[in-house]
């Protein structure tokens, strides 16, 4: 496609976008749009930036990395999410990267995110990923530990836990799994819940979604993942 098709078509999906999100939101509330331009190439990202928007997801750390460290120089505010599960052996890249940690689910990562935020004085918002839908092939901390996990990622880790992603099970109604992840996020006093994909945003921004994490509707159909590779999150690559 030539880089003007490019443009007119992310910059009028990205209109058509925002006007649906405001007109599902909830009284008095504003959606974020993440961006999710995981495999897409920066062309893409820059017609992006040019209708406007600041906010992206990426799910692998290198690729994000790659893809928004030059981007950063002639856009300072563009705002970064990683949304998919990191390794404690990227710890390091991953908070020097991303403004937004969206997949905090286990004990270790929460000791080497701890030590990391204490070695580099970095501190990039930190959402607990949960697997509501209990999926064994998921990432996220399981429904009958999150309470728990949570609690510990503040009493033990220190650290400053500001909400909840989740991606719920491809083939059931996300309603029930919103709703969960709402609940929770009530009961800890957690203001934000990133849940809501291109194809169920709508859905969750009724039941209280802050962020909405955006790819195929912006972008079109994603080039696929270099073989071998696997998103680990279960969802649509
Ligand atoms: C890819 C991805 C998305 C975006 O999915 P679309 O269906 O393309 O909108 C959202 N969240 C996560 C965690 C993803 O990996």
Do not use: Y
């Amino acid at each position: 496609m030539a880089d003007q098709e490019i443009r007119h078509d992310v910059a009028a999906a990205l209109e058509g976008l925002r006007a649906r999100i405001a007109a599902a939101a909830l009284p008095g509330a504003a959606p974020k749009l993440i961006a999710v331009s995981k495999f897409q190439p920066v062309d893409a990202v820059e017609a992006a930036l040019a209708a406007g928007q600041r906010v992206f997801g990426e799910n692998r750390v290198q690729e994000g990395k790659a893809k928004f460290g030059p981007l950063r120089e002639d856009w300072p505010d563009i705002e970064l999410h990683l949304i998919g599960p990191l390794q404690t052996n990227k710890v390091r890249d991953a908070v020097a990267a991303f403004d937004v940690i969206q997949t905090l689910d286990r004990p270790r990562l929460a000791e080497a995110l701890a030590a990391e935020i204490a070695r580099s004085g970095r501190r990039p918002r930190l959402l607990v990923q949960v697997n509501t839908g209990d999926e064994p092939q998921k990432a996220g901390v399981p429904t009958g530990e999150a309470d728990a996990f949570i609690e510990s990622c503040r009493a033990e880790h220190g650290l400053a836990i500001e909400g909840l992603m989740c991606i719920p099970p491809v083939d059931e109604d996300p309603s029930m799994h919103f709703a969960l992840l709402a609940d929770m996020a009530r009961r800890h006093g957690l203001d934000v819940l990133s849940m809501g994909m291109s194809a169920d945003f709508e859905t969750a921004i009724r039941f209280g979604a802050t962020h909405v994490r955006i790819g195929t509707a912006i972008f079109g159909d994603r080039p696929h993942a270099p073989a071998g590779t696997d998103t680990g999150t279960g969802g649509p690559a």
